[in-house]
Each structure stands twice: as C-alpha cells, then as structure tokens.
C-alpha cells in the first residue's frame, strides 16, 4: 500500500464513521478473523461499524471474539442494506471480485461509500478507492496484521484481536506449513501470541471439534478417492446422498482435499462436492509448486483464488463434471510432469 494511502486512510479514521465491513461468501478461518480483527481494532476508535457476511458459516468459527454481533445478509437482508446505504466506509477482506460476496453484489457496487479493500488473492478488480492487494501474503488476517501496524497501531492489538488474526493465519497456511508461509508470518504470529492468542487454545477450537458424522464422512471421502498417475492428479467425489448420509453440515468438507494432495508423487488434487440445493458441484482445487490451479479453475471452472489453492463450480452433473475434468487433463500433462 502505497505511503499517501496510509496517510490518507488515518485522516479518514481520525473522526467516527458509520463502517462496513464484508468477508467473500461462505467464509472461512481468515474471512471472518480478518474481518472481525478488524472490526475490533476500528471500535476502539468509537466508529458504527458492523461485519456482514454473505451467509452463514460453519460451527468452528462460532467461538471467536464478538462473532455473535456478524450480520448474515442472506438472512438478515434488510438490516444489512440499511448499513450498507447509510456506510461511508466499506472495507472488503479476503477477496478479490464483488462477485465473490454473490447476492450482496448489487447492494455493493451501487454504494458510494468509499471502499477499501484487503485481500491476497490473484488478480485483484479494481472497484476500490483505496486497494491494498499483495497475492505473496499468507492471509488477509497477516495483511490487517500489517494494515495496523502501518497505520502505527500495532500497541492496539489487544488479545481478541490478536486471536481473531492468529484464527486466520493459522488455517489459511494449513497451520504454518504452506509455501505461503515466511518467517515474517512466523514473526507475526510470535507477536500475536506475545499479545495474548492463545494458539494451543484456538487450534483446538478450530481442528479438535469433529462429529462422529464427519469422521465417518471422511471415510466415505477417502474411499472415494481416485488416482490418476500419469497426470500427478488425484480427485474426490462426494454426491449429495452421500452427505446425507452423514447428516452433512457446512464446514464438514473443509480440509478433505488435503488428503488427496497428500498422496505421494500428486501435485494436483481436486474434491467435487454435489450440491442440489445450489444445483452445482462445487469444486476445490489445491496443487504443490508452480501448477496455478488458479489458472486452472478460471479457464474450466467458473473460479479462481491463488496458485496452490482455487475454488469453482460446474453447472453439470457429478459424472458429467468429472468426465469433463478428465478430459482436460491431458493439455496440462507437460505442466504436471515438468514440476
Ligand atoms: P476453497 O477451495 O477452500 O473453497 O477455496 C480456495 C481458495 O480459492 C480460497 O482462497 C477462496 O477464497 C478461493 N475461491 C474459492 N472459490 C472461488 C471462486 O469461485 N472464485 C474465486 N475467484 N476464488 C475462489
Ligand atoms: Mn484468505
């Protein structure tokens, strides 16, 4: 973020606004810690400020510092656009496209408050007054770490802050262990635990929380799971009976692509989830080095998000969708082979 900006959005906060602040739809760990770090630290400075999301999240989430005041705009839709009219500041975390908070675009885009956004992922739009985009960051949670203290205000993190931003870190470098992590987010986290985050606390509040259902979902996920050698690529089906079947709640997938990533010699991994509510199959899209599955999901799949970890949808069916992803691979077979 260029130095004026800085300057420019302390002058702004100097005086008490009426604030809004949005996470992309379905949120995750740093959707919601960055958003509500951020919040916490903007109360101090007596602003109206509110955290809405685009739509519920899961459980696991529900635990952290002031979640219960997070609006949800699909169910909660007037309250939101009233906020969103009257807002004269709209900070967007964690994502790159108003397209990405979906229902909630059109309320967005006609707003004139002035936006700022925050966000690390891959080819960020330009809807924004003020855009502080850096697609090297492990997490938007490390970048409202930095936002902060560039704002000079690193005193300011107080313990919920700090686990709100630790929250984020953590499950958005897979714990610490993605290429996405420096030392610098290791100095963060270190500063954040100085501060008060408890992090053997919050790992448990985030990982150690499984249903019997979700194990067993697993189960099921992991005998699903197909390997296609000679493309380095293994995938994951799981039909919508098959959630069903293990009293499927939001949140129970998170993490299942892992496992396919984790298998020997595969740099490239992919679940496709049936929805029928939604009628799509969401995809996740995870790879290991220079293999941009960013790339991958804008070209086939409607998404995008960064190199080593995308997001989409197909509009066809579970066998159909595969059928397609199959036939795909083998233009990319030089780029999976050359890692
Ligand atoms: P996940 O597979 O966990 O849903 O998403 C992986 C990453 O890609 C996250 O950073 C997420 O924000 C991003 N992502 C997921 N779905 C989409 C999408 O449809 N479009 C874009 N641009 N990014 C996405
Ligand atoms: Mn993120």
């Known amino acids: ?8 959005i302390k002058t702004l906060l100097q005086s008490p606004k009426k604030i809004v602040i949005v996470p992309h739809k379905n949120p995750d760990g740093d ?3 960055s958003t509500l770090g951020l919040y916490l630290y903007l109360l101090k400075y007596h602003h109206e400020v509110r955290v809405i999301a685009p739509n519920d999240y ?4 529900k635990w952290m510092p002031s979640e219960a005041t997070v609006l949800k705009y699909d169910t909660q839709t007037e309250a939101s656009e009233t906020l969103i009219q009257q807002a004269e500041i709209i900070f967007t975390l964690d994502f790159n496209a108003l397209n990405r908070t ?23 739009d330009d809807y924004a007054l003020y855009t502080y985009s850096d697609v090297s960051m492990s997490s938007t949670c490390e970048m409202v770490y930095h936002f902060i203290d560039m704002l000079a205000d690193a005193n300011k993190i107080d313990a919920d802050i700090a686990t709100c931003l630790y929250t984020g870190i953590m499950t958005d470098t897979g714990s610490f262990r993605f290429s996405s992590t420096t030392a610098t987010t290791h100095k963060v986290i270190a500063d954040l635990i100085d501060k008060g985050a408890e992090n053997a606390e919050i790992h448990n509040a985030i990982y150690d ?3 019997y259902n979700r194990l067993q979902l697993l189960g099921c996920t992991l005998s699903n799971l197909k390997v296609l050698p000679e493309y380095r690529t293994a995938y ?19 993490g299942f692509v892992n ?30 080095g220079d293999f941009s599955v960013n790339e991958f999901s804008r070209a086939h799949f409607s998404g995008g998000g960064h ?4 997001g989409g949808k197909s509009d066809t069916d579970l066998n159909e969708t595969i059928e397609k992803f199959i036939s795909i691979l083998p233009s990319y077979k030089k780029a999976l082979n050359n890692e």
């Open 259 to 288: 496992y396919a990533l984790s298998l020997q010699n595969i740099i490239f991994a992919a679940i496709f989830i049936e929805d029928q509510k939604q009628n799509i199959i969401k995809i996740s899209l995870r790879s290991k």
């Open 307 to 310: 190199t080593n970890a995308a």
């Open 236 to 254: 994951i089906t799981l039909s919508q009976q098959e959630l069903n079947n293990f009293d499927y709640k939001k949140g129970d997938t998170e």
């Open 31 to 33: 959707a919601i810690g």
């Open 1 to 8: 973020m260029k130095k004026q900006d800085i300057t420019d």
């Open 209 to 211: 929380t499984n249903s």
């Open 102 to 124: 979906g229902d909630m675009e059109p309320a967005l885009a006609k707003s004139e408050a002035i936006k700022i956004m925050i966000d690390h992922h891959q080819q960020p």
């Open 58 to 61: 899961p459980d696991f989430l």
